[in-house]
């Protein structure tokens, strides 16, 4: 069905910025829900940031509200996370999910790692 490509990790000093991408095939994007998670090493997968069906609404953690924005190319069939103020913290294996339930992420990409230097 709906298969989840992203790209754009990589180490970067603190306070710089990154941008991921996820690249979505399948079924018609504009009817998922997407997501960016993280998880980093020896801890729980993390919500990061979400956007509804057809960009309703957009979401956010609490730890990255003000410093991560997540958007959506619907003609690209592209998810983005622009990642600013960057901090050791943030670094992790991040992680694009697509729903068209309401309840869980049915779809998962491969995770691209980010590394945050101090």
């Known amino acids: 069905q709906v298969q989840l490509v992203e790209s754009g990790g990589g180490l970067v000093q603190a306070g710089g910025s990154l941008r991921l991408s996820c690249a979505a095939s399948?079924?018609?994007?504009?009817?998922?829900?997407m997501a960016w998670f993280r998880q980093a090493p020896g801890k729980e997968r993390e919500f990061v940031a979400g956007?509804?069906?057809?960009?309703?609404?957009?979401y956010s953690g609490d730890s990255v509200k003000g410093r991560f924005t997540i958007s959506r190319d619907i003609a690209k069939n592209t998810v983005y996370l622009q990642m600013n103020s960057l901090k050791p913290e943030d670094t992790a294996v991040y992680y694009c999910?697509?729903?068209?339930?309401?309840?869980?992420?049915?779809?998962w990409g491969q995770g691209t790692q980010v590394t945050v230097s101090s």
């Open positions: 956007i509804s069906r057809i960009d309703i609404s957009t």
């Open positions: 999910a697509a729903r068209i339930s309401s309840t869980h992420y049915d779809y």
């Open positions: 399948g079924r018609t994007f504009s009817r998922y829900g």
